[in-house]
């Protein structure tokens, strides 16, 4: 049975506005500099305390554990209040989630992003109906790249790897999949820290208008559904 996995930042939805306003809020209050738009896509991935971490490293600030978690904390608030206050879904997803949902092909999410701000934000997009499963980056002790919620959402829609493609934006996605054993589309337009060479996915796509071709080219017979022609 085929079924796809998609990571939520920077790859369902472009949530960098309201991820970045969540680090600002953070920053100000602490008497240090905010980030600047062009600086903030690669800082986002791998959970909250690591995107602050990131701005503290911007600002050439270092704090230890306990106000680090405080911190972490206050962003996480202000973020859960303000979740989806100009985040979007990227173009040309609709048509991609319609498909598999009428060819009942099993989805679901697999982020870093922690669940409960996960299944909040999938509500406020409209898109919690489209996926049988969530797994967020606390739900287990690892997250990706560490391949352990990869293959929870692979065991709780009762798909085999590769049956799957997990569909992301960064090296954690990449690289979890391929510690997973599972094929990875991921799009260019997302948040990472490295090049799209380095992710050695199986695909890169541009455009939600190019994944169907992607999905059936890397399994063949599996995804036909996706077809939108």
């Not at 600002?59 to 985040?87: M, P, S």
């Not at 997250?143 to 293959?151: A, G, L, N, Q, S």
Request: aromatic share 6%.
């Amino acid at each position: 049975m085929a079924a796809l996995l998609f990571d939520l930042d920077g790859t369902l939805a472009d949530t960098k506005p309201d991820l970045h306003a969540a680090m600002n809020f953070v920053l100000r209050q602490n008497g240090l500099d905010e980030v600047p738009d062009e600086a903030i896509t690669n800082m986002i991935g791998g959970g909250a305390r690591m995107i602050l971490q990131r701005g503290l490293e911007a600002n050439e600030t270092r704090w230890d554990d306990a106000k680090l978690d405080a911190a972490t904390e206050e962003f996480v608030l202000w973020y859960d209040q303000n979740i989806d206050g100009h985040t979007k879904i990227y173009p040309n997803l609709m048509p991609i989630l319609d498909a598999a949902k009428a060819a009942q092909i099993p989805m679901a999410v697999v982020t870093n992003k922690r669940e409960s701000l996960s299944a909040k934000l999938l509500y406020r997009l409209g898109l919690q109906g489209y996926f049988d499963a969530l797994v967020g980056g606390d739900t287990l002790p690892k997250r990706k790249p560490d391949p352990d919620t990869i293959e929870l959402a692979l065991a709780r829609l009762g798909c085999a790897p590769q049956d799957a493609i997990m569909v992301g934006d960064s090296e954690a996605d990449s690289d979890g999949a391929r510690a997973a054993n599972v094929a990875c589309i991921c799009v260019s337009f997302g948040y990472r820290r490295v090049s799209l060479e380095e992710l050695k996915a199986d695909a890169i796509i541009d455009d939600y208008a190019e994944f169907a071709a992607a999905a059936k080219a890397i399994k063949p017979g599996l995804f036909d559904a996706l077809s939108l022609e």
